[in-house]
């Protein structure tokens, strides 16, 4: 029997904040889109060629709706941390980190996920 489908991904042991920054779409553990890319590329089947944080964003998007919809825990999280933002839009990225991590610790510091 042969398996066709070339978008297999057999798994990655990621950071549970790099993934709930893909999530919710926020920047709170990494500098920048560098948290993003590694998901992206870890996730991803293909190489993007889009380097620049618009390419990336969008294919961030794109994975974290396929996380969000198979991993119920995780989309909780991501609940919880716009649930946040929304109540304080101005916060700063030391103190967003601070309330996360409690959220974090429940989940693990590392977390395998498979598209």
């Given at each position: 029997?042969?398996?066709n489908?070339?978008?297999?991904?057999?798994?990655?042991?990621?950071?549970?904040?790099k993934?709930?920054e893909v999530?919710?779409?926020k920047?709170?553990?990494s500098?920048?889109?560098?948290?993003?890319?590694?998901?992206?590329?870890?996730?991803?089947?293909?190489?993007i060629r889009a380097?620049?944080?618009?390419g990336y964003?969008y294919f961030?998007?794109?994975?974290?709706?396929k996380?969000?919809?198979?991993?119920?825990d995780?989309?909780k999280?991501?609940?919880?941390?716009?649930?946040?933002?929304?109540?304080?839009?101005?916060?700063?990225?030391?103190?967003?980190?601070?309330?996360?991590?409690?959220?974090?610790?429940?989940?693990?510091?590392?977390?395998?996920?498979?598209?």
């Open positions: 029997m042969y398996n489908n070339i978008n297999i991904n057999f798994g990655a042991r990621l950071e549970t904040a993934v709930l999530t919710a779409q920047i709170f553990q500098d920048g889109i560098e948290g993003c890319k590694e998901v992206v590329n870890a996730l991803n089947s293909t190489p380097t620049g944080h618009k964003r961030a998007q794109e994975i974290g709706r996380i969000i919809s198979k991993y119920p995780i989309a999280a991501t609940d919880e941390i716009k649930n946040i933002t929304e109540k304080n839009p101005q916060i700063k990225k030391a103190e967003l980190r601070e309330k996360i991590q409690p959220i974090i610790d429940k989940i693990g510091k590392e977390i395998d996920i498979t598209i």
